[in-house]
């Protein structure tokens, strides 16, 4: 079952504009991480964030984490058409061992 | 650095027939996990391995499919007698500690 529920299901931008992309969870987790698929490819890392952590960047990205809403966010700041793909986050349950839930992902498209 | 590498990238099969998916990790990983995803929806765990012992396995991998990953290395997903419903992307991904890299996928089609 999935866990996670990515909010919106899709945003449409303007390249340049920033773009925003929610998840809620429903467990406990040690970790949530943030992954790309571009049409019909295979998922690509963008980030993690540790449970005990409430922030991170990298590059254009910025994730938060809130584990007492059970929220994340994903920002993309300064788009490019080139981030036109679907966006997921995926959860490691403290009880799960390793094995990731994912939300059934946002569709974004950069329109240049 | 070679990334997760599956194969084949594509089968299409008759309903009934067994297949098979080989997925080869990265290379000093020593967690492999296969995924299954169905159209619009995000990927379905199915099961993962620690070395070559395989430590869990969803409710999702039914009977008819079998996994393996023999001395540790490589990862083969067997499915025998298909049906349409299994038509999904097969996506395999390893890790080291922590972080799931993902190859690109197998996609199944089964008519």
């Known amino acids: 079952s999935q866990q996670g529920e990515e909010d919106p299901q899709a945003l449409s931008i303007q390249e340049g504009e920033n773009a925003t992309m929610n998840c809620s969870y429903k467990?406990?987790?040690?970790?949530l991480q943030w992954y790309r698929q571009n049409s019909g490819r295979g998922l690509v890392h963008l980030i993690l964030?540790?449970?005990?952590?409430r922030e991170k960047h990298s590059g254009r990205l910025r994730v938060t984490l809130d584990t007492s809403k059970k929220s994340s966010s994903l920002l993309i700041t300064a788009s490019r058409a080139a981030d036109t793909a679907s966006y997921f986050c995926?959860?490691?349950?403290?009880?799960?061992?390793?094995?990731?839930?994912f939300g059934e992902g946002t569709q974004l498209t950069v329109n240049p | 650095d070679t990334g997760v590498s599956q194969n084949p990238r594509h089968k299409i099969t008759k309903r009934g027939q067994n297949v098979t998916f080989r997925c080869d990790p990265i290379?000093?990983?020593?967690?492999l996990y296969w995924y299954r995803q169905t159209l619009g929806q995000g990927p379905e765990f199915l099961t993962y391995?620690?070395?070559?012992?395989?430590?869990?396995k969803s409710r999702l991998l039914s009977d008819r499919f079998s996994a393996e990953r023999p001395k540790g290395s490589f990862s083969t997903l067997e499915i025998q007698r298909t049906e349409q419903g299994d038509s999904a992307m097969y996506l395999c991904?390893?890790?080291?500690?922590?972080?799931?890299?993902f190859g690109p996928g197998t996609r199944l089609l089964v008519l």
């Open positions: 290379s000093e990983h020593n967690r």
């Open positions: 964030i540790r449970s005990n952590e």
């Open positions: 391995f620690q070395n070559e012992a395989q430590l869990e």
């Open positions: 467990t406990s987790i040690n970790n």
């Open positions: 995926a959860t490691v349950e403290e009880t799960s061992g390793s094995r990731l839930t």
């Open positions: 991904a390893s890790s080291y500690p922590e972080t799931q890299y």
